[in-house]
């Protein structure tokens, strides 16, 4: 009663005809310039069908573009844009007697636009078509670019903060990604850019403040990309006006004192080009020399060098100053300042048989003019001081009543010395002169000892 009707569909499969398939990979990638290997191959059923055609196509925006054609009957053919980067790789299939089961399709000197869906259908009779597709990624590898912000950078006082150095990746399928090495602390900036040909551009930028500490640092741009890694660096040049110090004055320029000169040193980028000197509130004596950044005075000093010296330094940036207050030490100072260094010394234990430095003897001996005594005796204080001993040399007797009465004219109005041996200056050991010699009396320190 109840019939059945049954149509014949010719793209399908016959009952009892399974199992043919055609493989692909799941996906494939290069980069613009490669080469890639889209692999096909028919898996044929048992029995075989017979293969018709087999047809590369490139789906685009739903539509189907053939690539590439290999027929058992009329060879292979290939689409023009294709026709000089894509072809078959296995030799059988060019074969007058084709075998047509791997149609493996081989692309050279990739380009973005050949990223796509592939197909690869099989026309088999009488089992109809058979096909699969694979996705081809291209990559583009971006170009790294780092440059210096502005061709000059300068170290302002206004402390603003400024972009020094900008990395680039630029025109890469996918974006890379930047980062910085520095021991300059400073902030990053990422800008990325979608070019129209479907590669992106990512910008970096390196922001700080110029500075003096900041000149010659090195940044280094670090760029990945896939697993691929580029580096590119930078040597910063900020320019800045001088720092400026005056070298030269020890604090000992004392009067007479020779061959005493000033140093003005200028740290800046660019060298300082112009160095000028004043003396604040005078006129640099007249004995001065000026050359470039070194102000000397020739010939014996004297009270009139004293003052405020001041180096004006000058770059291109701007100008910056430094001054030296200069005093001049009077005969009288030094002398002082020597005695007292000999009373601190006896004072601390240390009772010198000799003067512990020559320098020292000599320099005293000119403080107190005596440069025209011989050499190398020196005859005593004259008039003597009734408050020193005045035979200091031990002898086996003394007169009490002298000794009392010293005593008492020392307790009125001197400073009395310590109940030691009191420090006396031993002459120099002259082979064949007996110390002292004939006539001279031993030599002992004036009272200035005891200030």
């Known amino acids: 009663q109840n019939s059945v009707l049954v149509i014949f569909n010719p793209c399908v ?60 009957s009329l060879g292979v053919s290939v689409a023009p844009p294709y ?26 000197s990739l380009r973005l636009a050949d990223e796509c ?42 402390n603003l903060k400024t972009p020094v150095a900008s990395c680039v990746s630029a025109n890469g399928k996918p974006p890379g990604t930047i980062r910085w090495e520095t021991r300059v602390p400073g902030e990053v900036t990422t800008r990325e850019f979608r070019n129209s040909d ?18 010659k640092e090195t940044l280094t741009c670090v760029t990945s ?38 140093s003005c040193q200028a740290d800046a980028n660019p060298a300082a080009s112009l160095y000028q000197w004043r003396l604040v509130n005078g006129t640099i004596p007249s004995n001065a020399e ?8 020739k010939g014996p000093i004297t009270y009139e060098v004293q003052g405020t010296y001041v180096c004006d330094a000058t770059n291109s940036i701007g100008t910056r100053s430094a001054s030296v207050e200069v005093s001049i030490i009077g005969m009288f100072t030094w002398r002082t300042m020597f005695i007292m260094s000999v009373v601190s010394s006896q004072h601390s234990g ?16 000119l403080a107190c003019n005596k440069e025209d ?54 002459y120099p050991s002259v082979p064949g002169l007996s110390s002292p010699p004939p006539g001279v009396g031993a030599y002992t320190f004036p009272k200035e000892q005891y200030v």
């Not at 026709?83 to 050279?108: H, Q, Y």
């Not at 479907?198 to 000149?215: E, R």
């Not at 580096?231 to 004392?254: A, H």
């Not at 000026?290 to 005075?297: A, K, P, S, V």
Request: proline share 9%.
């Open 13 to 72: 499969s016959p009952p009892g005809i399974n199992g043919q398939t055609v493989e692909m990979d799941d996906g494939k990638w290069g980069y613009v310039g490669s080469k890639v290997d889209l692999r096909c191959r028919f898996i044929n059923s048992s029995p075989p069908v017979k293969i018709s055609q087999v047809t590369w196509q490139k789906l685009v925006n739903g539509t189907k573009q053939n690539v590439a054609i290999a027929n058992p």
């Open 83 to 108: 026709r000089d980067r894509v072809v078959f790789k296995n030799g059988a299939v060019r074969r007058r007697t084709p075998n047509l089961e791997d149609t493996t399709i081989t692309f050279s």
């Open 117 to 158: 869906t592939y197909i690869c259908e099989y026309t088999t009779f009488p089992a109809g078509n058979r096909e699969n597709t694979v996705n081809l990624t291209v990559f583009v590898r971006p170009t790294t670019q780092m440059s210096l912000s502005t061709p000059t950078l300068v170290a302002r006082s206004s």
């Open 198 to 215: 479907g590669t992106f551009t990512v910008q970096s930028d390196y922001i700080l403040v110029p500075s003096k500490d900041t000149h």
């Open 225 to 262: 990309y896939n697993e691929e890694v580029f580096t590119d660096s930078v040597t910063l040049d900020i320019q800045y006006e001088p720092d400026v110090s005056v070298d030269g004055f020890d604090g000992n320029w004392y009067l007479n004192r020779e061959n005493v000169q000033l």
């Open 290 to 297: 000026i050359r470039e950044n070194i102000l000397t005075f």
């Open 350 to 365: 240390r009772f010198y048989e000799e003067l512990p430095n020559t320098a020292d003897y000599v320099s005293y001996r």
């Open 373 to 426: 005594y011989p050499e190398p005796y020196s005859p005593p204080i004259n008039p003597p001081l009734s408050f020193l001993p005045q035979h200091p040399y031990h002898s086996s007797h003394t007169t009490p009543a002298t000794s009392s009465s010293s005593s008492n004219t020392m307790s009125k109005n001197t400073f009395s010395p310590p109940p030691h041996t009191t420090a006396i200056f031993k």
